[in-house]
C-alpha cells in the first residue's frame, strides 16, 4: 500500500514541477517596497508573428493583505519592451475584468529573448528594474504534419526549411554568364551554318567535277572507237 502511495505521489510530482517552473519563467514578480510587480505574457510560449498580449500587475502588499492598484498604477511609469538594442514604448490599458491587471498588444517578429523595462514610481515608490519574458520562439516547430503552414482559408502550402538571401552582385554576374554562353552558342550555331553551307558547296563542285570528268572520259572512249572503226574501214579498201 505504501508503495503504490509513493509512486502515485512521484508521479503527481512529476507532471507538477514542470507546471510550477514554466509558470514561474513565464511570470517574473519583483517587489519594491510594499509595492508588489508581476510581469508575464498571456500566450505561452510567444510565437513569432501571432498576436500576444503582455500583462502587469500591480499590488500593495502589507503583510499578508494584498490590495489592487487599479486604473492608475503605471500613469508614472515609463514602460518599454526591449529586444537587442532595439526598444519600443508601451502603452498599457487597465484591464475591464481584473483590478489589478494591465494590458497591452504585442506581436513578435523575431525570435529570441525579450524582456520589459519598468522606470518610475508607483504611490510614491521608485520603480526601475527589468522583466524578462518568456523565449520567443518558431511557430513551425509546432505544424503538424512538419513543413505545412495552415492558412485563414483552409488551404495549406508547404514552409521552406531555410531562408536565403542572394547578393544583388551575383545575379548579375549570373546574368552576363548567362548572356555570353548565349551569345557563345548562338557564334557556334553560325559557325556550324558556315562549315554546312561549305561543305555543301564543296560537295557541289565536286559533283560537278564527277560529272565532267565523266563526260571527258565518255567523249575520249568514243573518239577511240571512231578512230578503231576508221582504221578497220581503211584496212578494208
Request: proline share 5%; no cysteine; hydrophobic share 40%.
Amino acid at each position: 500500500m505504501r508503495k503504490n502511495l509513493f509512486v502515485a505521489i512521484l508521479l503527481v510530482s512529476l507532471l507538477v514541477i514542470p507546471m510550477v517552473s514554466h509558470y514561474a519563467s513565464a511570470h517574473v514578480e519583483k517587489t519594491f517596497g510594499d509595492i508588489s510587480v508581476k510581469v508575464g505574457m498571456i500566450s505561452e510560449p510567444p510565437l513569432v508573428g501571432d498576436t500576444n498580449e503582455i500583462q502587469i500587475w500591480l499590488d500593495t502588499v502589507s503583510g499578508n493583505a494584498t490590495t489592487p492598484i487599479s486604473q492608475t498604477g503605471l500613469d508614472n511609469v515609463n514602460v518599454i519592451v526591449t529586444y537587442g538594442g532595439l526598444q519600443k514604448t508601451l502603452q498599457f490599458t487597465p484591464s475591464d475584468d481584473t483590478p489589478d491587471e494591465y494590458d497591452t498588444t504585442i506581436i513578435p517578429a523575431k525570435v529570441g529573448s525579450y524582456q520589459v523595462v519598468m522606470n518610475g514610481t508607483i504611490n510614491g515608490q521608485t520603480i526601475n528594474a527589468a522583466f524578462p519574458l518568456d523565449e520567443v520562439e518558431d511557430k513551425s516547430k509546432y505544424y503538424f504534419p512538419p513543413g505545412v503552414i495552415p492558412s485563414s482559408t483552409g488551404t495549406t502550402s508547404s514552409s521552406p526549411t531555410t531562408q536565403t538571401s542572394v547578393n544583388p552582385q551575383i545575379i548579375n554576374q549570373l546574368s552576363d554568364e548567362i548572356g555570353k554562353a548565349a551569345n557563345d552558342a548562338n557564334i557556334a550555331a553560325q559557325g556550324y551554318a558556315n562549315v554546312a553551307k561549305s561543305f555543301e558547296e564543296v560537295k557541289n563542285t565536286t559533283d560537278m567535277l564527277f560529272m565532267v570528268s565523266v563526260t571527258s572520259i565518255g567523249v575520249g572512249i568514243a573518239g577511240i572507237v571512231i578512230a578503231v572503226v576508221a582504221i578497220t574501214r581503211k584496212n578494208r579498201v
